[in-house]
């Protein structure tokens, strides 16, 4: 089985502040993890994927994440917030029991303040 | 490259009534996914095709939902009966097989069931 733990519904910044969004996994094998954006009414939109390799990936937009074995975790951060980055972020995670369905966190919105 | 499109993006119904929804993928992809969003969760996995053979299917898709990918191409999802339970956002995605499932998504349909 596989799981997503996103910590915090609602995270907020100030304009130019580093964002920070928690994500934890749950995997028995070694997992495909993913970060989306999701703008209001809108589908999702890949910012960035863990396959293999380098631990720390880089996605669109100047966001980065960095794949944490040991404290499965998979947190996506921003050293620089813009009011264009206000939206709902989910983590995914794939790869468990030979399915690459991802599972998705409940998702964090991101308040980015003036 | 149209991206991943889905009709309606909006459907307002009554309790008892049929609907469908059609999803028209990325046109090299072979996998399409469904998926269903409530407020504040993140996407649900529904079913998914490779080609025209459906997969998988979630315990979440009762026997009054149906889809179809018949030619391998575009899809339909239709929901008999509808509750108002069913009210959400159903999204759909589309990716290559063997891409470690980078899916890109549509813009959904929000069902809204009176």
């Known amino acids: 089985a596989q799981s997503v733990t996103q910590l915090g519904s609602h995270v907020s910044v100030s304009e130019g502040a580093l964002v920070l969004l928690r994500c934890n996994y749950s995997s028995s094998v070694p997992p495909y993890l993913f970060w989306y954006v999701q703008y209001p009414n809108q589908g999702l939109q890949l910012l960035l994927k863990?396959?293999?390799?380098?631990?720390l990936v880089k996605g669109i937009n100047g966001f980065e994440a960095e794949f944490k074995k040991s404290e499965t975790s998979f947190h996506l951060t921003k050293p620089s917030a813009h009011m264009s980055d206000a939206a709902e972020y989910f983590c995914a995670v794939s790869g468990s029991g030979g399915s690459y369905i991802p599972t998705f966190g409940r998702g964090t919105s991101l308040i980015v303040h003036p | 490259d149209t991206g991943v499109s889905q009709d309606p993006r909006h459907k307002i119904t009554k309790r008892g009534q049929n609907v469908t929804f059609r999803c028209d993928p990325i046109s090299e992809h072979n996998r399409l996914y469904w998926y269903r969003q409530t407020l504040g969760q993140g996407p649900e996995f529904l079913t998914y095709f490779q080609n025209e053979a459906q997969l998988e299917k979630s315990r979440l898709l009762s026997d009054r939902f149906s889809a179809e990918r018949p030619k391998g191409s575009f899809s339909t999802l239709e929901i008999q009966r509808t509750e108002q339970g069913d009210s959400a956002m159903y999204l759909c995605?589309?990716?290559?097989?063997?891409?470690?499932?980078?899916?890109?998504f549509g813009p959904g349909t929000r069902l809204t069931v009176l």
């Open positions: 995605a589309s990716s290559l097989a063997g891409t470690q499932n980078e899916q890109f």
């Open positions: 863990y396959t293999t390799g380098a631990t």
